[in-house]
């Protein structure tokens, strides 16, 4: 099969699970050779846009999520014109001070690794039930990793949007995938997606930058 037939065939969790796979071999080569943090932002934005179709099947509950995921990697995509790499936008940025400000590439970075970990926890949360009913799975997910950063407002708004959220045969028939075909493919996104959610830490801690924003 050839590597257009192949893309066509492939289901939302096949292309995302995939992708993070080779992400996941890059950072494994250049951990195991002499440049460890080379890794190519273009290469990385790839992979990150096919993780906007995941929160698009979860609904209106996620729209917020959706809407921000998809323009930080926007963003992230025409930075990628002017830098090589995920640790150019970070140096320059530290350069500049402006790492946590508002609209600045190391802020965007850092909320795409955010939507990345809530379809990695969201996932995880998914594998521990076989409930009809995905609103535990999801506030369990939002709780852990989004609302510590957000108002009263926005929390309030998201936990009443739950209840808009898909079965999750309504989630299964829309990601085009059996129970069993979904769980195998969430457990290749949750292993692959945890040591590049892990890198993108490393590049914030390396220079001395806090993960509490």
Same mark, same amino acid.
């Given at each position: 099969?050839?590597?257009? $037939?192949?893309?066509? +065939?492939?289901?939302? #969790? +096949?292309?995302? +699970?995939? $992708? %993070?796979?080779?992400?996941?071999?890059?950072?494994?080569? &250049?951990?195991?050779? /002499?440049n460890e943090e080379d890794l190519r932002l273009d290469t990385f934005c790839k992979a990150c846009s096919l993780v906007s179709v995941l929160f698009g099947c979860l609904g209106f509950a996620f729209k917020f999520a959706e809407l921000e995921y998809v323009a930080k990697v926007r963003d992230l995509v025409e930075a990628s014109k002017t830098f090589d790499t995920l640790q150019d936008i970070?140096?320059?940025?530290?350069?500049?001070?402006?790492?946590?400000t508002a609209g600045s590439h190391s802020r965007? #970075? &850092? &909320?795409?690794?955010?939507?990345?970990?809530?379809? &990695?926890?969201? %996932?995880?949360? %998914? #594998?521990?039930?076989?409930?009809? +009913?995905?609103?535990?799975? $999801? /506030?369990?997910?939002?709780?852990?990793v989004c609302a510590p950063y957000h108002t009263w407002a926005v929390r309030t708004a998201v936990y009443a949007g739950m209840y808009a959220l898909p079965s999750r045969d309504q989630l299964l028939l829309k990601l085009n995938e059996s129970n069993r075909s979904?769980?195998?493919?969430?457990?290749r996104y949750i292993n692959a997606s945890l040591p590049v959610i892990k890198y993108i830490d490393k590049l914030y801690l390396s220079r001395n930058i806090s993960l509490d924003w």
């Open positions: 099969m050839n590597n257009i $037939a192949k893309q066509v +065939s492939m289901t939302p #969790l +096949s292309a995302v +699970s995939e $992708a %993070f796979e080779d992400l996941g071999k890059l950072i494994k080569e &250049r951990k195991n050779g /002499s970070l140096d320059v940025d530290v350069a500049n001070g402006n790492v946590k965007n #970075l &850092r &909320r795409v690794r955010q939507g990345l970990d809530l379809i &990695r926890v969201l %996932f995880e949360q %998914f #594998l521990l039930t076989d409930h009809y +009913s995905l609103k535990e799975v $999801a /506030s369990t997910a939002y709780a852990q979904a769980e195998k493919k969430m457990r």
